[in-house]
């Protein structure tokens, strides 16, 4: 009898988990995969000659590419010193870093960002006396993207270096290499696969950055309008094609960098390797 129910509470069990499973596996795919079917081609294929739509791709990829560009310079030495040192504040740094900004609303970093940037901002009045000024601009649009992607970039990073076993670097220091080489061809090369996913998993966040971007951008030039935020303004005006047209694009982008982090880096080759 005890077995009779024991048999019962694991079917259930089994049972709960397949029935629950099939129900959001199928209201993803139904959310996504919908809105390919809520257009027609010929007004795809229209509303991608249009010179708006094509300006905002040009405008997404240049800024998203920048913004990744200048979060891989500062993520990777940002994550190894999380990663390799301890120090007082260590904690706190984290908080600042990757903590806090995941947790923040979008246009929060953005909002400071423009107080401090603005005219009257301390970063504004220095930088006026150059004649430099940033919000509102393409280089406000690179600025929200990049604020918007570094704590996933440190974040996967670190965790890549934390997963290189720490013997085999005490191996080679003893053995003469120095701090550089031990990082060159080491850890870097053991947590490759930890830095591409962050560098992928930041170009995906920054193409659909939208809450700093109008904030810090505003989104209503030609050199700040984003995809995005062409997508916004398309639906607010009833503009549906175009707004679908520009999101079919960014979630077939999307699924792109995503498959390449499932299939080109495999975790598994990872862990061989470290």
């Known amino acids: 009898m005890k077995n009779f129910y024991l048999k019962t509470a694991n079917r259930a069990f089994e049972g709960t ?3 629950l499973s099939f129900i959001l ?3 993803m795919f139904f959310i996504i995969g919908s809105l390919f079917f809520t257009t ?16 905002s791709i040009a405008v997404t990829f240049g800024s998203s590419f920048i913004a990744s560009l200048i979060v891989f310079v500062f993520s990777i030495p940002t994550a190894y ?8 504040g260590k904690r706190f740094l984290e908080t600042m870093v990757v903590d806090l900004p995941l947790s923040f609303p979008p246009g929060v970093d953005a909002l400071i960002l423009l107080i401090l940037l603005s005219k009257t901002g301390i970063l504004g009045k220095f930088l006026g006396r150059y004649g430099i000024s940033i919000p509102y601009t393409f280089a406000a649009v690179v600025l929200a993207k990049l604020f918007a992607s570094i704590p996933f970039m440190v974040s996967f990073v670190r965790e890549a270096f934390d997963r290189v076993d720490k013997n085999i ?16 061809k080491l850890t870097f090369p053991l947590s490759l696969w930890g830095v591409l996913k962050g560098l992928i ?11 700093a971007t109008l904030i810090l951008a505003g989104g209503l030039t030609s050199s700040t309008g984003t995809m995005s935020v ?4 398309a639906t607010q005006k009833g503009e549906m094609d175009k707004a679908i ?3 079919i694009i960014l979630e077939f982008l999307t699924f792109i960098l995503l498959t390449i982090i499932k299939f080109f880096f495999k975790e598994t080759d990872y862990k061989t390797h470290a």
Request: aromatic share 20%; no cysteine.
């Open 245 to 247: 047209a520009l999101a």
């Open 81 to 88: 010193v999380l990663s390799r040192k301890n120090f007082p």
């Open 25 to 27: 596996i199928f209201f």
């Open 230 to 233: 062409l997508i916004y303004f």
């Open 40 to 55: 027609t081609p010929s007004a795809f294929f229209q509303q991608m000659s249009s010179r708006v739509v094509l300006i």
């Open 169 to 184: 670097e005490n191996v080679a220091y003893t053995l003469g290499a120095s701090p550089f080489q031990i990082f060159y």
């Open 201 to 211: 998993t930041a170009l995906s966040k920054s193409l659909g950055e939208i809450g």
């Open 17 to 19: 988990n397949y029935f």
